[in-house]
Every structure is written in structure tokens, then in C-alpha cells.
């Protein structure tokens, strides 16, 4: 069972930048998918990235703010977030898989791993 800890919320302004991370508990992460989930109060958890293998991808409310990368060695996947929007607004998830290529990396249902989840909150 692999263990997913997410880090590096809070609350920031309109603007400003964060780095999230999420450490795996895998011995060989260099095969793993990950992603980055979010949820905000009301909505439905929604795809914010992906890193696989061959490819990243983005959703098109962060695409070129949102930066996601991965240490193999540290088995740690990071979320840099820049410009800020108070719509960024929700606690983000950390999700991951051994599949090194996903067919649907956007979909939530194909990550096997999940982390607890931690709160942005940008303010106005």
C-alpha cells in the first residue's frame, strides 16, 4: 500500500505563488502517474494536472500559471502554482498510480493512491 502526504498549503494573496508537495511512500516511483486534484466548498473535485511517463497535462482554468513536476529520487511530486486567483480557492489532492502511462490521466477514478489533502486559500 503506497501512502500519499501532501504539504506547502495556505493562505496566500491574489497574485502571489506556492509550491505544493506530495511524498509517495514507493520504492520505485520512477513508474508511477500522479496528479493533482482540487475541491472547493460546493463543487465537485476537479482535475487540475497530470504527469505520466511520456507527458503532463493541465486543465485549461491553470494552464501556464500551474507547473507540475516530479522527483523520482524523492519520490515527491510538486504543484507550483503562480498568479494566483481567489477561484483557486479548495483543498488539493494528491493522487497517484503505478501505471506509468495512464489512458485517462484527467479522470480521478484511474489513481489507485490518495492523499488527505491540503487547503489553499487565496485571498482577494
Known amino acids: 500500500q503506497v501512502q500519499l502526504a501532501e504539504s506547502g498549503g495556505g493562505l496566500v494573496q491574489a497574485g502571489g505563488s506556492l509550491r505544493l508537495s506530495c511524498v509517495a511512500s514507493a520504492r520505485s516511483f520512477t513508474w508511477f502517474s500522479a496528479g493533482w486534484f482540487r475541491q472547493a466548498p460546493g463543487k465537485e473535485r476537479e482535475f487540475v494536472a497530470a504527469?505520466?511517463?511520456?507527458?503532463?497535462h493541465y486543465a485549461d482554468s491553470v494552464k501556464g500559471r500551474f507547473t507540475i513536476s516530479k522527483d523520482n529520487a524523492k519520490s515527491t511530486v510538486y504543484l507550483q502554482m503562480n498568479s494566483l486567483k481567489s477561484e483557486d480557492t479548495a483543498v488539493y489532492y494528491c493522487?497517484?498510480?503505478?501505471?506509468?502511462?495512464?489512458?485517462?490521466?484527467?479522470?480521478?477514478?484511474?489513481?489507485?493512491?490518495w492523499g488527505q489533502g491540503t487547503q489553499v486559500t487565496v485571498s482577494s
Open positions: 493522487a497517484a498510480d503505478e501505471t506509468p502511462i495512464l489512458a485517462s490521466p484527467r479522470d480521478d477514478h484511474v489513481y489507485k493512491y
Open positions: 504527469i505520466t511517463w511520456s507527458s503532463t
